[in-house]
Structures are given as structure tokens and as C-alpha cells.
């Protein structure tokens, strides 16, 4: 069975800063992997996803992650960490069949920005 | 285009009672799932729907249930509550087909709290 893991329960990080949240999956076949950020009372909104092709994905408000199939590892990144990027942030990997497959999250990185 | 709408926003049952949760898709969307996502933890996948049938269940109980209507609004039902059922539950849709996967579109949840 798929899982996914995320070491860090919670980072803080300081506005202008670079950030990396880590991302470690399980899975025998290719993974679909994914970000998503949930602010406090809102559902989750996709910040990027990796299908297959390029491992270094662009996604919204300027994050993007690496895939590193060795290391089995889909890290997120942003160079200059905003104020508004205050979040949880989440590590997914679809499973399953069907175009629409079921999603198994890591359980997530509470991201703290300090001005 | 209306987004994925969850109602109600917040609800408070007693344990033993029974709960039906509602979910609009997305315009042009026929695929539903449902997540549960316990206070500090990821979401977790309950179940899937797909043209008004199952296609798909995680590792819940039978007293979880759903439907799908024709115009692919869902329902998730949860019989006999119990204390660990308080929780956000997550509606997403989806488009199926056209395509190797397809972008879950997470609704704002329904938060549930069983005394």
C-alpha cells in the first residue's frame, strides 16, 4: 500500500527566507505526486503536481518541487518565503485506478512565517 | 463556474446518531470523493463515486456510506457516530476521462463534532 511521509510536524521560517518542506512516498508503481497548501478553515488548494517528464514542477505562487525517484523524495521549495504562505502544507500521492485516483496524504507541515 | 460546495459548514451530533453530509460538484464533473481528516493529521480517502456508483473505498466501516445523484451531487452518510468521527470531511470532484489523471477539486468541508 502507498504512503507518504513528512518528517517535519512544523517549521517556522523568517518572510524572505528560502523554504523546503520534505516529502517521502511509498509506492511500487510511477507515483502521481502532489502539493497542497490548506489555510486555517479552507479546503486544499493544488499548488503543483508531477505527472512523469521533467522532475523539477512549477506550481503556483512561486513553490516548485523536485522529484528524485532514488530518494524516493518530492520536496518543496521556495526561494523568498511570503507572509501569506502561512499554511499547512501537504504531500500527496495518487493511487489506484481511473483518472480520478485516490489521494493518500502525509499528514502534514504547519509552516509559521515570521515578519 | 461555481466551485465545490459542502453544507452544511458545521454541524454538532451525540454519539449513536446518524449524519448525512452533502456535496456539490463542480459543473462538468461526474466524480465525487469524500475524505475525512482528523484534527493535526492528512486527509484520508473514505470513498469514491463515479456516475452514480462506487469506484472506489478506504479503510472505513460500512456505517460510512454515500450516493451520487444524477447530476452528480454526492451524499456521505455515517451511521452510529462515535467520538472519533469529529472530524473535517472533504468533498472533491473531479472530470474523469479525457485523459490519464484528473485534478481533485477539494470543497471547503463540513466540520463535524460528535459529543
Known amino acids: 500500500a502507498q504512503s507518504v511521509t513528512q518528517p517535519d510536524i512544523h517549521i517556522t521560517v523568517s518572510e524572505g527566507a528560502s523554504l523546503e518542506l520534505r516529502c517521502n512516498y511509498s509506492?511500487?508503481?510511477?507515483?502521481?505526486l502532489f502539493w497542497y497548501v490548506q489555510s486555517p478553515g479552507q479546503g486544499l488548494q493544488l499548488l503543483l503536481k508531477?505527472?512523469?517528464?521533467?522532475?523539477l514542477v512549477q506550481g503556483i505562487k512561486g513553490f516548485e518541487a523536485e522529484f528524485k525517484r532514488s530518494q524516493s523524495s518530492f520536496n518543496l521549495r521556495k526561494p523568498s518565503v511570503h507572509w501569506s504562505d502561512a499554511a499547512e502544507y501537504f504531500c500527496?500521492?495518487?493511487?489506484?485506478?481511473?483518472?480520478?485516483?485516490?489521494?493518500?496524504f502525509g499528514s502534514g507541515t504547519q509552516l509559521t512565517v515570521l515578519p | 463556474e461555481t466551485g465545490v460546495t459542502q453544507s452544511p459548514t458545521h454541524l454538532i451530533k451525540t454519539r449513536g446518531q446518524q449524519v448525512t453530509l452533502r456535496c456539490s460538484s463542480q459543473?462538468?464533473?461526474?466524480?465525487v470523493s469524500w475524505y475525512q481528516q482528523a484534527l493535526g493529521q492528512g486527509p484520508q480517502f473514505i470513498f469514491q463515486?463515479?456516475?452514480?456508483?462506487?469506484?472506489g473505498r478506504g479503510n472505513f466501516p460500512p456505517r460510512f456510506s454515500g450516493l451520487q445523484f444524477p447530476n452528480y451531487s454526492s451524499e456521505l452518510n455515517v451511521n452510529a457516530l462515535e467520538l472519533d468521527d469529529s472530524a473535517l470531511y472533504l468533498c472533491?470532484?473531479?472530470?474523469?476521462?479525457?485523459?490519464?489523471?484528473?485534478?481533485?477539486?477539494f470543497g471547503p468541508g463540513t466540520r463535524l463534532t460528535v459529543l
Open positions: 463515486y463515479y456516475r452514480e456508483e462506487e469506484n
Open positions: 500527496a500521492v495518487g493511487a489506484g485506478s481511473g483518472s480520478a485516483r485516490q489521494l493518500t
Open positions: 509506492y511500487g508503481a510511477t507515483p502521481y
Open positions: 472533491a470532484s473531479s472530470p474523469s476521462g479525457g485523459g490519464d489523471y484528473n485534478e481533485q477539486f
Open positions: 508531477y505527472f512523469s517528464g521533467d522532475t
Open positions: 459543473s462538468g464533473h461526474n466524480t
